[in-house]
């Protein structure tokens, strides 16, 4: 079992730029999450999912985009790059609803907009 | 507002020298809450969850309790290894899948 992988590790674009992040989970589960996190904010929900084909907003989706195709890849995508976005991002699975839930996350994606 | 907060935001320790985080949390009906450590350079990793007040869990050196208003998280003789940032997160937003973390604590360990 790989966990939850995430592609690319390291990123760096220019404002304006555009790109996608990958997650892969192989855990058959059910949610889905994006978050980002920086120096003294902590981690920050982006974007999650409930199931194949359905997306929901977090604390700060603006910027970006979600879509959830197939149960095992949840895709991130900043459409125009800006320099506030320049973060660690990470990817999180968990089993579906209850208070049983356990969040399992991916290694990360460093991106710099500069 | 739900809201998180861990101190202290670093803690050093000598091997062996036993001490407590704190995580305190405001959110309406506790539905869980979660520790984490998180190694530089890596995702967090999953430690614990507790569900009500009283409740304990452990693992090797860590011991994580839960009051109505806070978690402790115990290390009793910490080795190096035990170096790394641990968060806290509870749900909010009556969700019990949508989480919200504190900023962790640093723990560095000397031999």
């Known amino acids: 079992n790989a966990g939850v992988t995430q592609t690319p590790k390291f990123r760096v674009l220019k404002t304006g730029q555009s790109m996608t992040l990958l997650c892969a989970q192989d855990?058959?589960?059910?949610?889905m999450y994006w978050y980002r996190q920086d120096p003294g904010m902590g981690l920050r929900l982006i974007h999650y999912?409930?199931?194949?084909?359905?997306?929901a907003k977090g604390e700060v989706p603006d910027g970006y985009n979600v879509s959830r195709l197939k149960k095992q890849n949840f895709l991130l995508g900043l459409e125009s790059a800006a320099p506030s976005q320049t973060s660690v991002y990470f990817c999180?699975?968990?089993?579906?609803?209850?208070?049983?839930?356990?969040?399992?996350f991916g290694p990360g994606t460093r991106l710099l907009v500069l | 507002e739900d809201q998180v907060t861990q101190s202290p935001e670093a803690l050093r320790l000598q091997e062996g020298e036993s001490s407590s985080l704190n995580c305190s949390y405001t959110?309406?009906?506790?539905?869980?809450l979660f520790w984490y450590r998180q190694d530089p350079g890596k995702g967090p990793e999953f430690l614990f969850t507790?569900?009500?007040a009283g409740e304990e869990k452990e693992k090797e050196r860590l011991k994580a309790t839960l009051t109505k208003k806070e978690s402790f998280l115990h290390i009793t003789a910490p080795k190096p290894e035990d170096s790394a940032t641990y968060l806290c997160?509870?749900?909010?937003?009556?969700?019990?899948?949508?989480?919200?973390f504190g900023t962790g604590t640093l723990l560095a360990v000397q031999p």
């Open positions: 999180a699975s968990s089993y579906i609803g209850g208070v049983q839930e356990t969040q399992y």
């Open positions: 855990m058959n589960h059910e949610y």
């Open positions: 999912s409930v199931g194949e084909g359905t997306t």
């Open positions: 959110v309406s009906g506790l539905r869980g």
């Open positions: 507790l569900y009500s």
């Open positions: 997160a509870v749900p909010y937003g009556g969700a019990t899948n949508k989480l919200i």
